[in-house]
Nanobody, 124 residues
Framework: EVQLVESGGGSVQAGGFLRLSCATS????????IGWFRQAPGKEREGVSC????????RFADSVKGRFTISRDNTKNTVYLQMNSLKPEDTAVYYC?????????????????WGQGTHVTVSS
């Protein structure tokens, strides 16, 4: 059974930072793409960043470029989302997801398994 568990969310002030973790189990971790998504109150879920399983390439939404980085530790089957210079508009529930394909994309429909989400609140 594929499982994803996010952690690391919390409340911070604008300009602060958080590191989210996505621990996975039940799959050959480094074969597949892992994505981070977020859903703000009253808004649709959007892709934030993803990491490909084949060449290690990554993608970022324009809204987070230069502030967020993504990395993965294949020894721990875990993907990290480092979020710096946080803004109030980053407030959302953040989800990680696995795509049973190596190339990452930021469209949520491409992903097959999802975690339960972790809350991030950024106050001004």
């Amino acid at each position: 059974e594929v499982q994803l568990v996010e952690s690391g969310g919390g409340s911070v002030q604008a300009g602060g930072f958080l590191r989210l973790s996505c621990a996975t189990s039940g799959l050959v971790f480094d074969d597949y793409a892992i994505g981070w998504f977020r859903q703000a109150p009253g808004k649709e879920r959007e892709g934030v960043s993803c990491f490909s399983g084949n060449d290690g390439s990554s993608r970022f939404a324009d809204s987070v470029k230069g502030r967020f980085t993504i990395s993965r530790d294949n020894t721990k089957n875990t993907v990290y989302l480092q979020m710096n210079s946080l803004k109030p508009e980053d407030t959302a529930v953040y989800y990680c997801a696995v795509r049973l394909y190596s190339l990452c994309v930021l469209g949520e429909v491409a992903y097959d398994y999802w975690g339960q989400g972790t809350h991030v609140t950024v106050s001004s």
